[in-house]
Nanobody, 115 residues
């Protein structure tokens, strides 16, 4: 079982930036897909961005052009750079990983965008 530890959430004003990090344990993580989901109060969990082992990325339409996902396989870490944040980006962000589908999850980190 892969263990994931997220960091980097917090409170930011609209238009600001945050970078989330997710460190994964396990020797085979470098071949897994990694990504970020988010869940706002009263809403379903939704995919934000994902990245394959070779670097192929996918983004939700709502974050394209504002968020960038990247990974460092040497560190078993995935990052989410979030720019031009909006109040509607407020949610708990979860890191996930798995060979095909996401089967391991982090504990979540709160991101709040508010003035």
């Amino acid at each position: 079982q892969v263990q994931l530890v997220e960091s980097g959430g917090g409170l930011v004003q609209p238009g600001g930036s945050l970078r989330l990090s997710c460190a994964a344990s396990g020797s085979r993580v470098s071949i897994y897909r990694m990504g970020w989901y988010r869940q706002a109060p009263g809403k379903q969990r939704e995919l934000v961005a994902a990245i394959g082992s070779a670097g192929t990325t996918v983004y939700a339409d709502s974050v394209k052009g504002r968020f960038t996902i990247s990974r460092d396989n040497a560190k078993n870490t995935v990052y989410l750079q979030m720019n031009s944040l909006k109040p509607e980006d407020t949610a708990v962000y979860y890191c996930g990983t798995g060979l095909l589908s996401f089967t391991s999850w982090g504990q979540g980190t709160q991101v709040t965008v508010s003035s």
